[in-house]
Every structure is written in C-alpha cells, then in structure tokens.
C-alpha cells in the first residue's frame, strides 16, 4: 500500500505584525479588549499592495522545499488553496509553478476558503495513493486584507495574511491516515464575498460579509463532527492523537471545539493571538511554527480540521 506522507513544511508571514492598538490607530473603532476577549487575536501581518497570495506561496514553499531537501524540479503535483488569487487566471498554483522553476507538473487552486488547506492536502494525497503523482506541493495563500470592508469593524479586526505549504510524498509507511471533506452550499449566506468581475467592471460586493454569530454555531458543531469522523475513519480514538491543529478563526471556536472533543489546551496549536484568520493559510502556518518550535515530532499522531464559507469543512489525520 502506497501512503503519502509530509517530508517537509514552510510558511511566510509578510511584514511586522499589525497589533490590535496599531488598528485603532488607523482610525478603526474598535479596541484591543474587545478584539482580545471577543476573539483571542491581539496582532496579524497585513501584505503590502505589491505583495500578492503567489508571492506569499512562493516563500512559503521554498521553506518547504529546504526543509524536505527537495528540489522544485521533482515536484510532479502543486495545489494552492486560496481564495484570494493573484488574477482570475491563471491560477496561483501555475504562478508558483513559474517563479519555482518547475515545467510539466500538474498544477490548480483550490477554492474551499477556510478549508481549503485540508481539502488540498486531501486531493493531492489522493493522487499520491492512485499511484500517478510521487510528490506534491501543497499550498495555503492568502491576502484576505484585500477582500476586507476596512470600515466594518465586525470583520476587518480578524483576518490577517500568509502563507504555509507542506512537500507531500509517496511512502511506504504513513503518513496521512484519513480525512474527511464536505460541504453544504445552503449555508453560502452566512459567509461571503458575493461580487464577481463583468465587463470591466466590479458588479456586487467584493469585500467579505459576515453573520459572526451563526459562523460560530456552525463551526463549533461541524469541527467536533469532523474530527470524530475521521478519527473513527482511522481506527483510533481523539485521546490517542498528540496534536489538534484547528482552524485559526477564534480562540472561542478553539476552545469550544477542544472541549467537546475531549482535548486539553496543552494539546492543541494555537497561533490565531499573533496571525488572526488567515483562511486556507492558517492551518500549514500553525503547523509550521509547531514543527519548527519542536513540539510536534515525527511518528506522532496530528488531527489538521478547517471550516469556512461555503460552508465547507474536512480534517485530516496524520502520522508527522
Ligand atoms: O473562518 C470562519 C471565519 N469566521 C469566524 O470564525 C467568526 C465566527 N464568529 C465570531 O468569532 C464572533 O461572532 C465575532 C468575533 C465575529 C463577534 O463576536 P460576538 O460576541 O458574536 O459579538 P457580536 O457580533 O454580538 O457584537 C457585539 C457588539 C455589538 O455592539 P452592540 O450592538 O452590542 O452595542 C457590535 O457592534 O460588539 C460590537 N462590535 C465591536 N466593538 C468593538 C463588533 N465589532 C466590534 C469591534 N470592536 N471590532
């Protein structure tokens, strides 16, 4: 049996970060209490206008490479999960492909916003098992500052930009273990950004709407699903797994989803006070930083969850 295991991770955060009283002094009414006590968030980093998801992906992914010793040549498979593309086309994945130096690998985006990172993971381990692909690179990118209504205080405090990528392997030893991906399209108005190009020309509205209270509800109850879904999927109980990475929303769904799952804190990464929600971003992010720190440590068991508009959620079970 052929398993697809991760050989190497990155991730790039643009700038310094932006505090919570550096907002405020932008001239958002807000303040550092409510958007700590509301959220957990207290920074994020915000790209530069010239800085683009493919720039981001692109130092993400170099990351990656080094840490998996590969070269950009033997990559036969990349995926970007991003919401917020460089251009309509191409996509993000055949501008990483570019810049990397790499010609003849297959390469596409994937839009599941929030979860898009897992569902990318998901799709190139597939491949990877089907026996035609031998090495992936798996992206999460995003410039969600640029789809932000800077005066809607309820939504511009939480989003921040970056990027993580992981190099995903053929194995004879695993590996990805499970996962699970759904969706349901009759939530789409609780999470949007419902304007598109025509003619020219911006019809709609291009920046994100957000029904906080209901995106909450939903999280919390499709998180805790999800993550015992997989986990049953795979034979082991929660209990058994080292290390949940959730989506990097709020540390609120954070703790929620923890607590129904029977996870104590000590287990479960949490980079959402210094990055905010960076989308398909924040779960290869927190990972990163997890690896790179040395608490998570090869032969060990972690449980990767995302949710986001759509609605779309999945989560991954994993031998690091
Ligand atoms: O990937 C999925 C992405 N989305 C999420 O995960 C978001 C999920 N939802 C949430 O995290 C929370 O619902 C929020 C953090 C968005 C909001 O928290 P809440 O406890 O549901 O607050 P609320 O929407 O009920 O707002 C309470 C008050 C309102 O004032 P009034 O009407 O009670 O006087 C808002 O106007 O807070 C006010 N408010 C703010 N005040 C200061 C809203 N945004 C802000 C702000 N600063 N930035």
Redesign the pocket.
């Known amino acids: 049996m052929m398993f697809a295991r991760i050989a190497g991770v990155g991730s790039y955060l643009p700038g310094q970060p932006v505090s919570n009283d550096d907002l405020v002094a932008r001239g ?4 550092d209490e ?2 700590v006590s ?2 957990g968030i207290r920074s994020r980093h915000l790209a530069d206008a010239m800085t683009a998801s493919s720039d981001l992906a692109f130092a993400a992914s170099q990351r990656a490479l080094e840490a998996a010793g590969v070269d950009p040549d033997t990559l036969d498979l990349i995926i970007v999960a991003t919401s917020t593309p460089d251009y309509v086309f191409p996509s993000v994945a055949c501008l990483l492909q570019g810049r990397l130096g790499n010609a003849g690998a297959t390469a596409f985006d994937v839009q599941a ?2 979860s898009g990172f897992v569902y990318a993971l998901t799709i190139a381990e597939k491949f990877i098992r089907a026996g035609g692909h031998r090495r992936a690179l798996v992206v999460g990118a995003e410039v969600f500052s640029r789809i932000l209504d800077w005066q809607d ?7 921040g930009d970056g990027a993580g990528a992981v190099v995903l392997e053929a194995s004879e030893t695993p590996g990805i273990m499970a996962s699970a991906l759904h969706a349901d399209g009759s939530y789409q108005g609780i ?1 949007n950004v419902p304007g598109h190009v025509c003619g020219g020309k911006v019809l709609g509205d291009p920046v994100l709407r ?1 029904d ?2 209901a ?2 509800r939903f ?1 919390v109850k499709a998180l805790a699903e999800v993550a015992e879904e997989c986990c049953a999927s795979a034979g082991i109980a929660p209990a058994e797994v080292d290390w949940l990475i959730p ?1 990097q ?2 540390i ?2 954070i703790e929620a989803t923890a607590r129904k799952l029977g996870f104590g804190m000590e287990r479960v990464i949490v980079t959402v006070d210094r990055h905010g ?1 960076t ?1 398909a971003a ?1 779960i290869p992010l927190a990972l990163d930083a997890a690896v790179r720190d040395g608490r998570i440590r090869r032969g060990q068991k972690v449980l990767l969850e ?4 759509g609605f779309t959620w999945g989560a991954v079970l994993l031998e690091f």
């Open positions: 958002i009414d807000t303040s409510w958007i509301r959220s916003v929030c205080r309820s939504t511009c405090v939480l989003f999470l957000m906080g209270q995106v909450f999280a989506h929303a709020n609120r769904i929600n989308s924040s995302g949710v986001g508009g």
